[in-house]
């Protein structure tokens, strides 16, 4: 974090002024000139929480997958737990995102967000999850990567998908009403969109949309999307010891 802001004459100010910024776009690019501020109340606030969830994710993903990578010398030359490389890289992430997350709430207050312990379980819930998904992936990745570096651009592929496998650009109605039960219910298995919508629960659905809508049995797949990103957790534990014996060889 210390090197990130070196030499900055802003330094912290500059992880504020950009969710700032993303707002004043979404609100007018999106919500205005697309018209979805007619379509979605509050829809950049909408827009915004679904992003800070999405870019936490993606951030540690992407970062845990290159991490053993780019400290190949490290590695090389002294022992140490090396699980700590991707676990440091979602830990970056996270604190990377407590300034999105502040503004997010800024602004939802400003417009009349009023939240209760719900809403911050909710929000908390949806951060743990993404935290525990992400540092399983970036362990079994970043394992992976060491001897395959094709690895790196296939987390590449997930994270561009993943801002549109999960309810941020639209609402998960618009999925609902287009594709069968069954391939909905796959949909809501995916740890990342119980995230996003756990976030929207927290943030954008105490401020009353009228066209909003709790995703049906919210909190019963949100507890399959902790279970799941545990698993995964595990799962990349499991594949990180089996090749750590690799590493220095392969680096």
Known sequence: MQIRYRGSVLGWLWSYVKPLLQFV??????????GMNGRVDYFPIYLLAGITIVTFFNEAFSNGTRSLVDNAALIKKIYLPREMFPVASMLIAA?????????VMVIAVFFGWTPSLLSFAAILLALVIVAVLASGLGLLF??????????QSFVEIIV???????????EWTAVANVVPDWLFT?????????AVELFHYGIWYPLGPSNGAVQ???????GVA???SFVMLVLGQFVFRRLEGRFAQDL
């Open 142 to 151: 970043g394992s992976i990567n060491v001897s395959f570096r094709d690895a």
């Open 186 to 194: 796959l949909y809501r298995l995916n740890p990342l969109t119980s």
């Open 216 to 222: 049906p049995d919210l909190w019963t797949f949100a």
């Open 25 to 34: 776009v979404f609100y007018f690019a999106i919500g205005v000139f697309l």
């Open 226 to 228: 902790v279970l799941t």
């Open 160 to 170: 561009m998908v993943a801002i549109w496998a999960s309810p941020v650009m639209y």
């Open 95 to 103: 604190v990377n995102t407590v300034p999105q997350i502040i503004v």
